[in-house]
């Protein structure tokens, strides 16, 4: 594994950790991590055939919705 792929992971490990009111661990994104996250999406699906594209439509849709609001409320917080 290079060190550049190294140092990514330590990077991502060191993310923001909070807890829910269940206890579960929760890891905060940046604005720029979702909206990165975002475009990968977008990329992804650029990738897959349209009817795969077509098949999971409103799957890919939902987690982009879901991320978008994250981001939005990323946005209020500041």
Same mark, same amino acid.
């Given at each position: 594994?290079?060190? %550049? !792929?190294t &140092? &990514?992971?330590?990077?991502? =490990?060191?993310? *923001?950790? !909070? ?7 929760? +890891?905060? =994104?940046? *604005?720029?991590? #979702? #909206?990165? #996250?975002? @475009?990968?999406?977008?990329?992804? =699906?650029?990738d897959?055939? /349209?009817?795969? !594209?077509? +098949?999971?439509?409103q799957?890919?849709?939902?987690? *982009?919705?879901?991320? +978008? &609001? @994250? =981001?939005? &409320?990323?946005? /209020? %917080? !500041?």
């Amino acid at each position: 594994m290079s060190q %550049k !792929v190294t &140092q &990514q992971i330590i990077s991502n =490990m060191e993310a *923001k950790v !909070v807890y829910d009111v269940d206890g579960a661990i929760r +890891h905060l =994104m940046s *604005k720029e991590d #979702l #909206l990165d #996250l975002y @475009r990968k999406i977008d990329n992804f =699906m650029a990738d897959c055939t /349209k009817e795969e !594209v077509g +098949h999971f439509k409103q799957d890919f849709i939902g987690v *982009k919705t879901l991320i +978008h &609001q @994250r =981001m939005q &409320q990323c946005t /209020k %917080k !500041v």
